[in-house]
């Protein structure tokens, strides 16, 4: 059974920093475009970041371009997000998702499994 298990979220100030974990557990990685997604409170899931099987082609959403950075490492099946120049608008509860393809995508029907998610909270 596959499960995803995201770490690093937390409580940050307004310009601050903070780099999320993603450890997926029962099955490799090495061949799925992987991604990270978000959903404030009472508001939709959104994507944020997405990268591609071989981690040279990422996407990401206007919102956080030119702040956060997604990256992976193959031999730990694990994907990471850092986030630099926090803003309040950045909390959300932050999602990793394994792709069903190998190419990044910003739809979350081109992801098949998720994790529970971790909280990031910005205060200004």
């Known amino acids: 059974q596959v499960h995803l298990v995201e770490s690093g979220g937390g409580l940050v100030q307004a310009g601050g920093s903070l780099r999320l974990s993603c450890g997926v557990y029962g099955r490799t990685i090495s061949t799925k475009a992987l991604g990270w997604f978000r959903q404030a409170p009472g508001k939709e899931r959104e994507f944020v970041a997405a990268?591609?099987?071989?981690?040279?082609?990422?996407l990401y959403a206007d919102s956080v371009k030119g702040r956060f950075a997604i990256s992976r490492e193959n031999d730990n099946n694990a994907v990471y997000v850092q986030m630099n120049e926090l803003k309040p608008e950045d909390t959300s509860t932050y999602y990793c998702?394994?792709?069903?393809?190998?190419?990044?995508?910003?739809?979350?029907?081109?992801?098949?499994?998720w994790g529970q998610g971790t909280r990031v909270s910005v205060s200004s």
């Open positions: 990268i591609d099987w071989t981690g040279t082609t990422t």
């Open positions: 998702a394994v792709a069903n393809g190998a190419f990044a995508s910003v739809w979350q029907y081109d992801y098949d499994y």
